[in-house]
């Protein structure tokens, strides 16, 4: 799993690459929880992830709980159709903003 972190403005956009699972899972929310700051603007790009587990959505869900709880906003870009479609099934995409493209969801968080 790579994780890289950069500043767009005052967005923090994440970029994975690599599956999140059981072992993955807990380095990704360790990097990203922190970010759910009060008021903070977070876009985490999902284009490099081909695949997701159960694991991975419980980091979702508590990244996204956790910006909930601050006022943070947070929008998911790149998610594949075998994530969308997993998601959608369990409900957790009604939770998300989702955009297709890093630049569509920084213009979603930067209009918002």
Do not use: W, Y
Not at 17 to 28: L, N
Not at 33 to 42: N, R, S, T, V
Request: with cysteine; aromatic share 4%; charged share 25%.
């Amino acid at each position: 799993m790579d994780i890289k972190i950069k500043k767009v403005e005052e967005i923090n956009v994440v970029e994975l690459a690599g599956d999140i699972d059981a072992s993955t899972a807990p380095p990704v929310q360790e990097k990203v929880l922190p970010l759910a700051e009060p008021q903070a603007k977070i876009l985490i790009d999902m284009s490099k992830v081909p695949f997701m587990s159960s694991a991975g959505l419980r980091v979702l869900l508590s990244v996204h709980r956790q910006a909930t709880a601050r006022e943070a906003q947070l929008v998911l870009v790149g998610l594949s159709e075998e994530i969308q479609d997993t998601m959608s099934v369990t409900g957790f995409l009604e939770f998300f903003t989702t955009c297709d493209t890093q630049e569509s969801g920084l213009e979603a968080l930067k209009n918002a």
